[in-house]
Antibody, heavy 124, light 111 residues
Framework: EVQLVESGGGLVQPGRSLRLSCAASGFTFDDYAMHWVRQAPGKGLEWVSGISWKSGDTGYADSVKGRFTISRDNAKNSLYLQMNSLRAEDTALYYCAKAWDSSSFLRYHGMDVWGQGTTVTVSS | QSVLTQPPSVSAAPGQKVTISCSGS????????VSWYQQLPGTAPKLLIYDNNKRPSGIPDRFSGSKSGTSATLGITGLQTGDEADYYC????????????FGGGTKVTVL
């Protein structure tokens, strides 16, 4: 079964850090680009970051550029999001998602597999 | 404010058809593929349409996608109560802040 399972979310104070993980199974992880997408409570989807299959290309939304770092370990079938200098507006459900039919996140065709999400709450 | 513009809500009776528009610009929809997602309450988004008008395996042909210029449309025919959900369009944006962009979402209500 093709599956993505996120972990690492929680309650964190403003200015602190958190590292999210996403464990992939059921497909050849290193064949595909991966993304992080977030959804604030009651709001729509917001793309956060993407990474190509060999980590050569990465990209970030302006709202997180310079604070968040995406990475992957193909040997462990895992995707990560290091989040530093967290702000209240980063509070959201964070999904990892597999790129449809693409090894490069720069070639967007859609995202065909999504995890269940992990919740990040930034509050003092 | 989302880069892509969708109507906040649409509604129709069971068995009817609804269409959801997604308006963008030449830096996004005009020169890139559009995808559509369905998000049922309390669940993760699900890919309905990719590459403007293609359906992944398992998606019924009641769902269709089209693109013209800088706009895209999702159509749902034979509306069912199980189709009540939020629907999002998404595409790549080639602007200075290159990345994936989504519409604000459209709530479909089955009357």
């Amino acid at each position: 079964e093709v599956q993505l399972v996120e972990s690492g979310g929680g309650l964190v104070q403003p200015g602190r850090s958190l590292r999210l993980s996403c464990a992939a199974s059921g497909f050849t992880f290193d064949d595909y680009a991966m993304h992080w997408v977030r959804q604030a409570p009651g709001k729509g989807l917001e793309w956060v970051s993407g990474i190509s299959w060999k980590s050569g290309d990465t990209g970030y939304a302006d709202s997180v550029k310079g604070r968040f770092t995406i990475s992957r370990d193909n040997a462990k079938n895992s995707l990560y999001l290091q989040m530093n200098s967290l702000r209240a507006e980063d509070t959201a459900l964070y999904y990892c998602a597999k790129a449809w039919d693409s090894s490069s996140f720069l070639r967007y065709h859609g995202m065909d597999v999504w995890g269940q999400g992990t919740t990040v709450t930034v509050s003092s | 404010q989302s880069v892509l513009t969708q109507p906040p809500s649409v509604s129709a009776a069971p068995g009817q058809k609804v269409t959801i528009s997604c308006s963008g610009s030449s830096s996004n929809i005009g020169n890139n593929y559009v995808s559509w997602y369905q998000q049922l309450p309390g669940t993760a988004p699900k890919l309905l349409i990719y590459d403007n008008n293609k359906r992944p395996s398992g998606i019924p042909d009641r769902f269709s996608g089209s693109k013209s210029g800088t706009s895209a449309t999702l159509g749902i025919t034979g509306l069912q109560t199980g189709d009540e959900a939020d629907y999002y369009c998404g595409t790549w944006d080639n602007s200075l802040s290159a990345g994936v962009v989504f519409g604000g979402g459209t709530k479909v209500t089955v009357l």
